[in-house]
């Protein structure tokens, strides 16, 4: 999205940066890059930075915890798009604590008339700024855009085939992501003996770890399916891929507390027929269920082996899926269109009118 934003503005466009990036996303191969013309970190020059943040025609301010770098902007009632994942990610029945309906008023439902608008990160976030009060009217589809890259799709689908038929026929299903409670590895473990058990052919790819890691291992050893799942490890993003255009299907379990879920964003471009959990913040924007992928109700085993098993039963259904998948982040969902309804956005911002809301895709009505 910054690149694609630098491409647009040149030297109008900085990205600063407040914190460093998290040991664990750098283990995971994701490399903090300060050669990129448009980053400036904040702790570098605070004196600098901080007039920047109160100078710019619009500042976008989003995965920040600390309001301290925005609040002068905000109460000086200069032009704010925030950038925001759900905030009542294990429940909304946090909504009736005192201190925290004291916290999002200071922070949000007082600008709720101020030139303060939210891209909302997901297709829950809406609902909970809503019941606070905020941003009434001005709250817009938003997400994460990772690279996109473009295929020719059926020569894709048709490579995907080719692995299958010289893996004997099996299936390949893909789960990628960290061994950790709230993105429920284990469901695509007993997705596995679920399948094994009515003796589908299929082989069951899990890329990632973390402290569940014994745990899934030990759960494979228990069920004898050491000959249907792989352990793949850790692996860098541009290997992640690899395994995602090598993979008909991805499946994807994680519960609410999974604000966005870019994985998925790569799994649709990758050309992977998608089965994914519907309290996921991506899923309800990508997928168009039925069409496009397939969404089951989160953290419900059944309805995820049903859905699966459909389509390991249905070739055809399966190629058409994937070809709508890539369809949706080639010409919709990608940080090139997100980065034009963007910038439109903030010319309108400017000129001191209401940004109107696309019909489809990123800036749509949330």
Same mark, same amino acid.
């Given at each position: 999205?910054?690149?694609?934003?630098?491409?647009?503005?040149?030297?109008?466009?900085?990205?600063?940066?407040?914190?460093?990036?998290?040991?664990?996303?750098v283990d995971m191969g994701w490399a903090p890059d300060m050669a990129l013309p448009y980053v400036k970190r904040f702790a570098d020059n605070p004196e600098e930075n901080r007039k920047l943040i109160m100078d710019s025609d619009?500042? !976008?301010?989003?995965?920040?915890?600390?309001?301290?770098? !925005?609040?002068?902007?905000?109460?000086?009632?200069?032009?704010v798009l925030r950038y925001s994942e759900r905030i009542y990610k294990t429940g909304r029945w946090k909504f009736v604590s005192p201190r925290g309906l004291i916290k999002k008023y200071h922070d949000h439902t007082r600008f709720?008339?101020?030139?303060?608008?939210?891209?909302?990160?997901?297709?829950?976030?809406?609902?909970?700024?809503?019941?606070?009060?905020?941003?009434?009217?001005?709250?817009?589809?938003?997400?994460?855009?990772?690279?996109?890259?473009?295929?020719?799709?059926?020569?894709?689908?048709?490579?995907?085939?080719?692995?299958?038929?010289?893996?004997?026929?099996?299936?390949? !299903?893909?789960?990628?992501?960290?061994?950790?409670?709230?993105?429920?590895?284990?469901?695509?473990?007993?997705?596995?003996?679920?399948?094994?058990?009515?003796?589908?052919?299929?082989?069951?790819?899990?890329?990632?770890?973390?402290?569940?890691?014994?745990?899934?291992?030990?759960?494979?050893?228990?069920?004898?399916?050491?000959?249907?799942?792989?352990?793949?490890?850790?692996?860098?993003?541009?290997?992640?891929?690899?395994?995602?255009?090598?993979?008909?299907?991805?499946?994807?379990?994680?519960?609410?507390?999974?604000?966005?879920?870019?994985?998925?964003?790569?799994?649709?471009?990758?050309?992977?027929?998608?089965?994914?959990?519907?309290?996921?913040?991506?899923?309800?924007?990508?997928?168009?269920?039925?069409?496009?992928?397939?969404?089951?109700?989160?953290?419900?085993?059944?309805?995820?082996?049903?859905?699966?098993?459909?389509?390991?039963?249905?070739?055809?259904?399966?190629? !058409?899926?994937?070809?709508?998948?890539?369809?949706?982040?080639?010409?919709?969902?990608?940080?090139?269109?997100?980065?034009?309804?963007?910038?439109?956005?903030?010319?309108?911002?400017?000129?001191?009118?209401?940004?109107?809301?696309?019909?489809?895709?990123?800036?749509?009505?949330?």
């Amino acid at each position: 999205m910054s690149n694609e934003l630098y491409r647009l503005l040149g030297n109008r466009y900085t990205f600063i940066e407040t914190e460093p990036v998290a040991q664990e996303r750098v283990d995971m191969g994701w490399a903090p890059d300060m050669a990129l013309p448009y980053v400036k970190r904040f702790a570098d020059n605070p004196e600098e930075n901080r007039k920047l943040i109160m100078d710019s025609d619009v500042v !976008i301010f989003g995965g920040v915890d600390d309001e301290s770098y !925005i609040m002068p902007r905000l109460e000086a009632g200069k032009p704010v798009l925030r950038y925001s994942e759900r905030i009542y990610k294990t429940g909304r029945w946090k909504f009736v604590s005192p201190r925290g309906l004291i916290k999002k008023y200071h922070d949000h439902t007082r600008f709720r008339k101020a030139p303060v608008y939210l891209l909302c990160a997901g297709a829950y976030v809406a609902g909970d700024y809503r019941v606070i009060h905020a941003y009434p009217h001005k709250k817009y589809k938003w997400g994460y855009f990772p690279e996109t890259k473009e295929y020719d799709i059926e020569k894709l689908i048709e490579h995907k085939r080719k692995l299958t038929a010289q893996n004997d026929g099996k299936t390949s !299903i893909l789960w990628a992501g960290r061994f950790i409670d709230w993105k429920h590895p284990e469901m695509a473990i007993r997705l596995a003996e679920y399948l094994k058990s009515l003796d589908y052919r299929f082989k069951l790819t899990m890329v990632g770890g973390g402290e569940m890691d014994s745990e899934l291992r030990q759960l494979v050893q228990e069920k004898n399916l050491q000959d249907v799942v792989e352990f793949a490890g850790y692996q860098k993003p541009e290997q992640v891929r690899k395994y995602m255009e090598d993979s008909e299907i991805f499946v994807f379990t994680s519960d609410r507390q999974e604000g966005w879920g870019a994985v998925l964003n790569e799994a649709m471009n990758s050309g992977c027929a998608c089965v994914a959990g519907n309290r996921i913040g991506a899923a309800p924007y990508l997928i168009q269920d039925g069409l496009n992928g397939l969404l089951f109700r989160s953290k419900s085993q059944k309805q995820l082996n049903a859905k699966v098993e459909n389509l390991i039963n249905d070739d055809y259904k399966r190629r !058409i899926m994937s070809k709508q998948a890539y369809e949706m982040i080639l010409f919709q969902w990608n940080s090139s269109e997100a980065a034009i309804a963007l910038t439109d956005m903030c010319e309108d911002i400017i000129e001191k009118k209401k940004p109107e809301f696309k019909t489809e895709g990123p800036g749509g009505k949330a």
